[in-house]
């Protein structure tokens, strides 16, 4: 399993950004997907997550309205289209697959702990 992310870099606040993750070793029509956050100390923050096998999906309330994720199947690629960016959402941003994980995209389960496969992670950097 490999996931690699891109399209991160700098934006101005109130910018949007899209971020791709190319998946391979699976297909992330039977695998679930997600994106997290990490900013420096703390934890990485689950920031949206897809289940495995419906169309729910979770996204923290720090970004609800304003970002949005996205599959591609005939590209197995994940997308994160990020909108209205403020600087508190500078941070590493990483891709996220957890196998066959029907309830990934509820709050309690969209955590790093869940989480079995992780992409290396991509700057966004929001300037005030």
């Known amino acids: 399993v490999q996931l690699v992310e891109s399209g991160g870099g700098l934006v101005p606040a109130g910018g949007s950004l899209r971020l791709s993750c190319k998946a391979s070793?699976?297909?992330?029509?039977?695998?679930?997907g997600g994106w997290f956050r990490q900013v420096p100390g703390k934890d990485r923050e689950g920031i949206s997550c897809?289940?495995?096998?419906?169309?729910?999906?979770y996204y923290a309330d720090s970004v609800k309205g304003r970002f949005s994720v996205s599959v591609d199947s005939a590209e197995n690629t994940l997308y994160l289209d990020m909108s209205d960016l403020k600087p508190d959402d500078t941070g590493i941003y990483y891709c996220?697959?957890?196998?066959?994980?029907?309830?990934?995209?509820?709050?309690?389960?969209?955590?790093?702990?869940?989480?079995?496969?992780w992409g290396r992670g991509i700057q966004v950097t929001v300037s005030s």
């Open positions: 996220a697959a957890d196998g066959s994980n029907p309830y990934y995209s509820d709050y309690v389960q969209c955590r790093e702990s869940n989480t079995r496969y």
């Open positions: 070793g699976f297909r992330f029509e039977t695998y679930a």
């Open positions: 897809l289940s495995s096998v419906d169309d729910t999906v």
